[in-house]
């Protein structure tokens, strides 16, 4: 089941600089919100606190009312976060399913000693990791690619291939930085069919730092804009496209909210 993640009163100030000011919502399980505003808004920022990369300078995060904020992202797999980024950070001269296998590894049983020594169930376990990455690119249409080098498939390619490796992770709550940009037309509408898969058939709950207000309108339950590191509106993507405010601070004229 999809995680509940609740965000309450998030501050983050670097050297005397507010980057994010009393940031806060919540997220029902199994539903998809948009984090959207302009450049310098926070979403990023916002991201790398919920996800441990940032430790904000005041608030609470809550997944599954549980709070995990200052957790390392390696202990918030372990609450069901997994991540992907705007500028995929694969290996590029290892296989795609090497790169895919990664995401996996939190899950593998034993320590250092039994790794080394080969111990029966830790290559079972290998063994079941692997089948279970080669049956997720396939389901991704990326089966074809097992084999090849990650620096021989494109951009596009690369940010499926860290979707893939995110999702190794068993998460219940994903969150997508940017995972349109640089997509083709048709890499983009795969991309929406995903998600609302991952929300539909895996029950997960997803949020998505995304720029394109098109896509967002037709992925996400409800929207979060942000402005200067405030929240300043919350709602469908319909009624942050007609507010007066959103239309000022991000989409510039009302024809752009179309």
């Given at each position: 089941m999809g995680a509940r993640l609740t965000l309450d009163?998030?501050?983050l100030s670097f050297g005397g600089v507010h980057v994010l000011q009393d940031?806060?919502?919540d997220i029902?399980?199994?539903s998809i919100l948009g984090l959207v505003g302009p450049n310098g808004a926070g979403k990023t920022s916002l991201?790398?606190?919920?996800s441990g990369h940032y430790r904000p300078s005041s608030g609470s995060i809550l997944i599954d009312g549980v709070e995990v904020l200052g957790q390392s992202p390696a202990?918030?797999?372990h609450?069901?976060?997994a991540r992907t980024f705007q500028h995929p950070a694969l290996q590029l001269h290892a296989s795609v399913l090497d790169n895919v296998l990664l995401g996996g590894h939190t899950r593998l049983p034993g320590d250092a000693v039994s790794w080394a020594l080969r111990l029966p169930y830790t290559w079972r376990a290998e063994r079941a990791l692997r089948d279970e990455a080669v049956e997720l690119l396939e389901r991704q249409g990326l089966g074809w690619a097992a084999r090849l080098s990650a620096d021989e498939l494109s951009h596009g390619l690369h940010k499926s291939i860290e979707l893939?490796?995110?999702l190794m992770m068993h998460p219940s709550l994903l969150l997508l930085d940017e995972p349109a940009a640089g997509l083709s037309h048709g890499e983009v509408e795969q991309l929406i069919a995903t998600v609302r898969r991952l929300r539909d058939e895996d029950d997960m709950t997803i949020v998505v730092v995304e720029h394109n207000m098109s896509?967002?309108?037709?992925?996400t339950d409800r929207v979060v804009v942000l402005d200067h590191g405030r929240k300043l509106m919350e709602g469908t993507a319909a009624q942050a496209q007609a507010d007066p405010r959103v239309i000022e601070a991000y989409l510039g004229a009302p024809d752009a909210a179309a």
């Open positions: 009163r998030i501050s940031v806060g919502f029902e399980p199994g991201f790398n606190c919920i202990r918030l797999v609450h069901g976060l893939c490796r995110a896509l967002i309108a037709r992925l």
